[in-house]
């Protein structure tokens, strides 16, 4: 068997419910330069099974499963580690390629960027509904130098928290350091953005990934990534400005009571994450009262006035709204687990799992 160019590396822990799927999407567009690597860190459920199953029918794909499960960061780079392709796309356990993906990658790579972003289209978690046709809302393809990295970073940095749009030159991740971002939950924008990259990024905004939003898996740890590890990621960049850093996250989100609301919405914030995660990073005592009276706030009731809020301010930012409509405090959901029913959790979304 030749040596890939590309290596379409995916770690993963109890998806059987999606993975067959994303592999679908994946080897029915793969030739002799792709490769797919799946690490599976321990997963629990049968996606063992459904590996063995889909291993018999594609040589190009390999699958190692790990005694215990490192965290999402450390699975990744052991799959970036055991890949053998020139190139690594990080995709998503749950997500899925458009016909023709594969072919629009290899293409780009063969003009020698080091870097690729690839944009995708967002749809419910069931795939049934399209929520936003890009994601990254730019429509035409965009080339970036070494010299342009502040102006990557500012572009794209939030789109990239979704860890399956990133296809890098191998040699680049294994030269970088790695290890610091273990428990991130972004091992990826670490190393992107440590320091400027060698050569070219290349962004492609046709959507050639399906979003399965909604799907995340990490929810119940959505205060923690979104107030504390994603804005200390981002502020660790030195050679990046703060005045571009602010553009994608404040420095210390959880101190403003509006981006807590909007935590509380979505149920990313409660009493057991007050207590858990943020009483400890508040030294004044208003401060803990406001925190505590946040967490304490219906959430039915914040969730119906943000709902509004965005409606009426912010039309067309879909995602958030989805976010809104996908929390066990939307109104819907809320009754329907009054009635017995089954409220659909919350839906933030890096697309990938913890």
């Keep these: ?67 215990e499960n490192g965290g999402i960061d450390r699975d990744y780079d052991r799959a970036v580690l055991e890949a053998q392709g020139k190139y690594c796309w990080l995709f998503s356990d749950d997500d899925l390629l458009k016909p023709g993906a594969i072919q629009a990658a290899l293409h780009a790579i063969a003009q020698g960027y080091c870097l690729l972003i690839v944009n995708a289209e967002a749809r419910s978690a069931d795939l049934s509904t399209l929520q936003q046709a890009r994601v990254l809302p730019i429509g035409e393809d965009r080339t970036y130098g070494p010299q342009d990295q502040e102006r990557l970073f500012v572009d794209a940095a939030k789109y990239m928290s979704f860890l399956g749009c990133v296809v890098i030159r191998r040699d680049i991740w294994l030269m970088r350091e790695r290890e610091r971002y273990y428990g991130s939950a972004f091992i990826h924008v670490g190393v992107i953005f440590q320091e400027p990259l060698p050569g070219r990024t290349l962004f492609i905004s046709e959507p050639w990934i399906v979003i399965r939003y909604g799907n995340a898996s990490w929810t119940a740890r959505a205060f923690d990534i979104w107030m504390v590890q994603w804005p200390r990621l981002i502020w660790s960049f030195p ?30 914030y409660s009493m057991q994450a007050y207590r858990e995660r943020y009483e400890p990073l508040l030294t004044s005592r208003c401060d803990r009262l406001f925190a505590r009276l946040i967490a304490r706030t219906p959430g039915v009731a914040v969730n119906a006035a943000a709902l509004l809020a965005f409606r009426l301010a912010r039309p067309h930012d879909e995602l958030m709204r989805v976010n809104f409509r996908a929390s066990r405090f939307y109104y819907r959901n809320y009754l329907s687990s009054l009635f017995g029913g089954r409220g659909r959790g919350s839906a933030g979304r890096h697309g990938s799992r913890s």
């Excluded at 040596?3 to 059987?16: D, K, V, W, Y």
């Excluded at 050679?239 to 990313?268: F, N, Q, Y």
């Design 239 to 268: 050679h990046l400005s703060d005045a571009a850093k602010r553009r994608i996250t404040r420095r210390e989100p959880w101190r403003s009571k509006v981006v807590m609301l909007l935590s509380r919405a979505v149920d990313g």
């Design 1 to 67: 068997m030749s040596e890939p160019t590309l290596s379409i590396c995916i770690a993963t822990r109890n998806r059987a419910a999606f993975i067959g799927q994303t592999l679908d999407s994946i080897l029915a567009q793969i030739t002799d330069e792709v490769e797919v690597v799946v690490v599976d860190g321990a997963s629990t459920d049968n996606t063992e099974q459904v590996m063995r199953a889909y291993l018999q029918r594609c040589p190009r794909l390999r699958y190692l499963r790990l005694v």
